[in-house]
């Protein structure tokens, strides 16, 4: 059976156990906090799997977790906040694709991380620029967040440091995350339809993975109760904070 599964994804025992351990813990992640998957994957994984790879395999777990959390990311998101980013995010993606012809992938990384750390240290102080929580910010952030996918594919953390600057009831910040991820969902498919990474192992990679993240996303969404809710902007902003330095650091080092 575990030959079986090894010659599905094409890694070894030791790959696929490290795998299996990431993908459950980045599920448990998106479960709470309504995002971090792909990040927390790319972050945990790019050892093991080239990141253009990773790609496709993130785009449909993501899309697993997004089926899971809908229908309570319906109910409870603010969703002119959801279509609004959603909306600018596939505006923006074609824009940081074709920045990546002029500007070096790595440079246009650093520089999104860059400001994601320096945003969420802001906000962690309470001092987060009055602008992202109004209705033209609603819109520049959901088309600096399609740039930042298209150039550095950290746009969903530029909606959730967004989302978090509203300081609203954490269940709300929550589904509209969730919502919006959804959303983004058919713009990312567009995309990878026409980039031609969704290949067969790609494929087969995400069905071996999906009950993992499955159960990560069930036991996320448990430990999201009421007596946890109060650490919710917290933990998100620490969230963003770490995969941004992670990300730096692996810039700096390779």
């Known amino acids: 059976m575990l030959a079986q599964l090894q010659n599905l994804v094409s890694l070894s025992s030791t790959e696929l156990a490290i795998c299996l351990a990431v993908l459950l813990a980045a599920g448990m992640v998106r479960g709470f906090a309504g995002f971090g998957l792909s990040a927390l994957t790319m972050a945990g994984l790019t050892l093991i799997m080239p990141p253009v790879t990773l790609i496709p395999v993130c785009f449909m777990l993501e899309a697993v977790a997004s089926i899971?959390?809908?229908?309570?990311?319906?109910?409870l998101a603010d969703r002119r906040i959801s279509l609004g980013l959603a909306l600018g995010s596939a505006i923006g993606i074609p824009i940081g694709l074709a920045a990546t012809i002029t500007v070096p992938t790595d440079i246009s990384r650093m520089i999104?991380?860059?400001?994601?750390?320096?945003?969420?240290?802001?906000?962690l102080l309470k001092a987060s620029p009055a602008f992202l929580a109004t209705r033209p910010g609603l819109y520049a952030a959901?088309?600096?967040a399609g740039i930042a996918t298209g150039l550095a594919s950290v746009g969903g953390m530029v909606v959730a440091l967004y989302v978090?600057?509203?300081?609203?009831?954490?269940?709300?910040?929550?589904?509209?995350?969730?919502?919006?991820?959804?959303?983004?969902?058919?713009?990312s498919a567009v995309w990878l339809s026409f980039s031609g990474l969704l290949d067969t192992l790609a494929l087969r990679r995400a069905l071996v993975f999906a009950?993992?993240?499955?159960?990560?996303?069930?036991?996320?969404?448990?430990?999201?109760?009421?007596?946890?809710?109060?650490?919710?902007?917290?933990?998100?902003?620490?969230?963003?904070?770490?995969?941004?330095?992670?990300?730096?650091l692996r810039l700096a080092l390779t």
């Open 211 to 248: 009950p993992v993240v499955m159960l990560g996303v069930v036991l996320g969404t448990a430990l999201f109760r009421p007596s946890l809710e109060q650490f919710y902007r917290r933990f998100c902003l620490g969230l963003l904070m770490t995969l941004a330095t992670v990300g730096l």
């Open 142 to 144: 959901g088309l600096t």
């Open 164 to 187: 978090l600057a509203q300081n609203a009831a954490a269940p709300r910040m929550r589904a509209s995350l969730v919502l919006y991820l959804f959303l983004g969902m058919f713009a």
């Open 68 to 75: 899971m959390m809908f229908r309570g990311g319906l109910r």
């Open 112 to 123: 999104a991380l860059g400001l994601i750390l320096v945003l969420s240290l802001l906000q």
